[in-house]
C-alpha cells in the first residue's frame, strides 16, 4: 500500500506564492509519475501537473508559467512550487501516484484559498 500527504497548502493573496508538498511511503515502486490535481467547489477534479520517473514534467495551459513540479527522489517528496497566484487558482489541492494498469493513488487534499 502506498500513503500520500499533503502539506503547504493555505491563504494566499493574488500574486502571492505556495509551495505544495507531498509525500510519499510504502510500496512507491509501482508509481510510474507523481503529480497534482485540483478540484473548485462545484467543478470536476482537473489535472495540474505531473512529474515522471524519468523527470518529464506536463503541465494544465492554465498553470503554465507560473506552477512549477519538482521531485526529491531521496525523499520521496514531490513539490508544486506556485507563482502569481490567482483567485481561480483556489480549490483542494490533491497529491496523485499514477500507476498504469492499476488505480491510481491519491492523498487526502490540501486547501489553497487565494484571496485578498
Known amino acids: 500500500q502506498v500513503q500520500l500527504v499533503e502539506s503547504g497548502g493555505g491563504l494566499v493573496q493574488p500574486g502571492g506564492s505556495l509551495r505544495l508538498s507531498c509525500a510519499a511511503s510504502g510500496n512507491i515502486f509501482s508509481i510510474y509519475a507523481m503529480g497534482w490535481y485540483r478540484q473548485a467547489p462545484g467543478k470536476q477534479r482537473e489535472f495540474v501537473a505531473k512529474?515522471?520517473?524519468?523527470?518529464?514534467?506536463d503541465y494544465a495551459n492554465s498553470v503554465k508559467g507560473r506552477f512549477t513540479i519538482s521531485r526529491d527522489n531521496a525523499k520521496n517528496t514531490v513539490y508544486l512550487q506556485m507563482s502569481s497566484l490567482k483567485p481561480e487558482d483556489t480549490a483542494v489541492y490533491y497529491c496523485?501516484?499514477?500507476?498504469?494498469?492499476?488505480?491510481?493513488?491519491w492523498g487526502q487534499g490540501t486547501q489553497v484559498t487565494v484571496s485578498s
Open positions: 496523485n501516484g499514477g500507476r498504469i494498469g492499476s488505480s491510481d493513488y
Open positions: 512529474i515522471t520517473n524519468s523527470g518529464y514534467t
